[in-house]
């Protein structure tokens, strides 16, 4: 197992959502994902391994937050 070195940071559970659970949370299609990560509009995905990647929950939940305001106007 290697050493990861960096800051010490407090033990929060980090979940990792591959991308049909991200479509299925957003409702977006793979198409539409990969889009608006392009334009900076979605959260980026993390490269877990060579072939392997996926999204960070509380980040998915964040996006999907502040659409939500947006499109109430409480921005």
């Known amino acids: 197992m290697s050493d990861v070195s960096g800051p010490l940071v407090p033990e929060i559970p980090i979940k990792f959502l591959r991308l049909p659970q991200v479509c299925e949370?957003?409702?977006l299609s793979r198409a539409q994902v990969y889009?608006?990560?392009a334009?900076?509009?979605f959260p980026c995905r993390v490269k877990l391994a060579l072939s392997t990647s996926a999204w960070v929950e509380s980040e998915i939940q964040a996006w999907a937050t502040a659409r939500i305001a947006d499109s109430?106007?409480?921005a």
């Open 39 to 41: 334009a900076g509009k």
């Open 35 to 37: 889009r608006l990560q």
């Open 25 to 27: 949370r957003t409702g």
């Open 72 to 74: 109430r106007g409480d």
